[in-house]
């Protein structure tokens, strides 16, 4: 069965921190990875895609990793803002196009 | 261009009542793709539609049913509500198994 499962839960850091947040997955054959943030009450919102070839990907302050033969992927969050404060929701995709979702990583960041 | 667009935003209904929901994809995109979504579930896969027939089907009771339109706007029906059918409900665009595009989403309440 594929899964995709997330660490940690929630998190808080203080404005100005890095974090960075965990995706193992389980999911075969593996098509790509993409972070979505969602701020509460609102759409998730595409971060990064990753197809199996690529192993770092970066937008803005947010620079994913993809390791496919561990089947991991996680997502730093350098210097973080109050803004950053969301939830973070790592998706898999297989050949098919199916997606599995983990449920996601609540990060808080406080002054 | 305009993202996905999705009305009401939010809306309340009482036990045993049936609700429709509306979603407006991204001009072009002709796959639409429906998600409930509740507090430490993440997001659950309802159904898609592709070109006007449903492609893919989540495991959800038949009393959620959806239907896409000519123009690739979706409908979503819930009957006789039920309590834990409170959620946010996601619509999702893509123009065929590429990247989706999230809609802001409604907040439906069930009392």
């Known amino acids: 069965k594929n899964q995709v499962e997330q660490s940690p839960q929630s998190l808080i850091i203080l404005e100005g921190k890095n974090c960075t947040l965990q995706?193992?997955?389980?999911?075969?054959?593996?098509?790509?990875l993409r972070w979505y943030k969602q701020d509460t009450g609102r759409g998730p919102v595409s971060l990064t895609i990753?197809?199996?070839?690529?192993n770092t990907k970066s937008n803005g302050r947010y620079t994913a990793t993809l390791d496919a033969d561990t089947k991991q992927s996680s997502l730093h969050i350098t210097a973080s803002q109050l803004s950053d404060s969301a939830s973070y929701i790592c998706?898999?995709?297989?050949?098919?196009?199916?997606?599995?979702f983990g449920t996601g990583t609540r990060l808080q960041v406080t002054l | 261009k305009a993202g996905v667009t999705q009305t009401p935003r939010y809306l309340i209904k009482t036990r045993g009542q049936q609700v429709t929901l509306s979603c407006s994809p991204i001009?072009?995109?002709?796959?639409v793709s429906w998600y409930q979504q509740t507090p430490g579930q993440g997001l659950q896969f309802l159904f898609e539609?592709?070109?006007?027939?449903?492609?893919n089907k989540g495991n959800f009771p038949g009393r959620f049913s959806g239907r896409q339109f000519s123009n690739s706007r979706s409908e979503m029906n819930v009957s006789t509500l039920e309590l834990g059918d409170s959620a946010l409900y996601l619509c999702?665009?893509?123009?065929?198994?590429?990247?989706?595009?999230f809609g802001p989403g409604t907040r439906l309440t069930v009392l």
């Open positions: 999702a665009s893509s123009w065929d198994t590429d990247e989706q595009f």
């Open positions: 995706c193992n997955y389980t999911v075969s054959p593996f098509s790509n």
């Open positions: 990753m197809t199996f070839s690529e």
């Open positions: 998706v898999v995709s297989d050949s098919a196009g199916k997606l599995t």
């Open positions: 001009s072009g995109h002709r796959s």
């Open positions: 539609y592709f070109s006007e027939t449903q492609r």
